[in-house]
């Protein structure tokens, strides 16, 4: 199986949530991915689509969602195909066919690399750490649109954290949005939102905590401060991309998978794993 991508990392990746990407070259680059950049691509939209003939593969879940949701219209609905084709002529770009599939990196990770070679990459396994997986919600619903498990059957964070040699911890904000969308039009909610995920986590015995997402990143250690603010409590759980953790787990170098960079440093946590 080629698993050969256009990457599309989003504006986060790009810029605030750097590490995030850096550690997804990384990781890629031992698990034979090969992602390609996408030059011409700006903040997600439907355009992007057509860049080179190749899926696409992403590490934010509202990117996923939105050219996701593009991609179910365009394969359905000939009208709307036919206009923004129209749109894309007059602009002098070659029309899209509607041929190719939007993926997660975490969906390729876990269902389309050789579950063998993944596992001859984990040489320092998580013995037994406890780990949340917090998916979000973007990549989750509506679930129909999507080329993976969505919804309530999505189990990729679970099921990576288990080969890692992890316990994955089971609570109830796993799948409830980390707030992002709402941090300009009420903080305050946002940062509640976050102290409740969190909190939620560590009251059900998680050590850390991984997203597959640029914004849940952001939203769930850069904002785990003034949640604290909120709330009155003390938060303190490590948070990281999926790909950093699965990265350290492959032995990979510290400063490429850009752990300094991180809000609440997973590092101790790790070191007691020999991480």
């Known amino acids: 199986m080629s698993l050969e991508f256009s ?48 899926n696409i593969c992403t590490i934010c879940n509202t990117c996923l969602q939105t050219l996701s949701h ?9 009208d709307v195909l036919e206009k923004i084709n129209g749109v894309l002529k007059k602009a002098g770009v070659r029309p899209y066919g509607a041929t190719i599939k939007v993926q997660h990196l975490l969906w390729v990770v876990v269902d389309m690399v050789d579950p063998k070679l993944l596992k001859s990459k984990i040489t320092r396994p998580l ?10 919600c973007h990549n989750l619903r509506p679930s129909e649109i999507y080329e993976s498990k969505a919804g309530d059957e999505a189990d990729h964070l679970d099921r990576l954290i288990t080969t890692l040699g992890g316990s994955p911890v089971s609570y109830g904000g796993a799948r409830k949005c980390c707030g992002f969308h709402v941090m300009l039009s009420d903080p305050k909610e946002m940062r509640s939102m976050v102290a409740t995920n969190c909190l939620d986590a560590k009251d059900c015995g998680a050590e850390l905590m991984i997203s597959p997402c640029t914004l849940c990143d952001m939203s769930m250690s850069a904002y785990q ?15 990281m991309n999926f790909a950093q953790l699965l990265g350290a787990s492959m032995g990979l170098d510290a400063a490429e998978l850009g752990l300094e960079r991180l809000h609440v440093d997973p590092r101790p946590i790790l070191k007691t794993k020999g991480l």
């Open 70 to 78: 593009a991609n179910y219209r365009f394969k359905r609905e000939p």
């Open 127 to 136: 013995k037994g750490l406890k780990v949340a997986p917090f998916y979000g």
């Open 7 to 54: 990457f599309y990392p989003g504006c986060a990746g790009k810029q605030v949530q750097k590490e995030a990407k850096s550690a997804a070259h990384a990781v890629a680059r031992e698990l034979g991915i090969t992602l390609h950049p996408m030059p011409r691509a700006s903040c997600c939209g439907a355009v992007s689509l057509r860049e080179a003939g190749r």
């Open 225 to 239: 401060m003034p949640a604290e603010k909120v709330v009155g409590k003390k938060i303190g759980l490590p948070e």
